[in-house]
């Protein structure tokens, strides 16, 4: 009886395994997310409406850490470009995880950090819904938190 227990013990664990695994589609998407994140990160930096118009879907959302809700494509570019302007500094974001949620819509989260010009750090995250909705994945939504402990 214990040795069928273990047996089906270590089936389960292999089938677990098997199924985290990433598939060769999935490395491929990763890729090309990360590619999309870093478009944003530079399109932010260097105010350019015409590539975040081409990477962000229509109905973007966006909810600031100020509490700011921006809805649809024409006030997140707007407020995207008030904020770099009104709150000057370096900004990065770094990926740490990527959550797919099906073949065309994934969770992107990632470390989001704005060194201001006296060099003091906001430190927040940064959440995307990316969806890919022809052949190129987009921003569909992002949320940013400005968590109280900032570990």
Known sequence: ????????VMISCFSLIGMAQTTPKQKS?????????N????????????????????DVDQLVSSGEWRSGIAAATKGMLNS??????????????????????ALVDA???????DQTQRKMWSSFVVVKPKDTWQIAAIRNMLPTNEN
């Open 1 to 8: 009886m214990k040795k069928i227990f273990s047996l089906i």
């Open 39 to 58: 478009q944003y990160s530079a399109a932010r930096d260097t105010r350019d409406t015409v590539l975040l118009r081409q990477i962000l879907t229509h």
């Open 111 to 117: 470390r989001y950090i704005i060194t201001n010009p």
């Open 84 to 105: 770099s302007t009104s709150n000057p500094g370096e900004r990065k974001l770094t990926v740490e995880k990527i959550k797919f949620l099906g073949e065309t819509a």
């Open 29 to 37: 998407d990763s890729n090309d997310i990360l590619h999309l994140i």
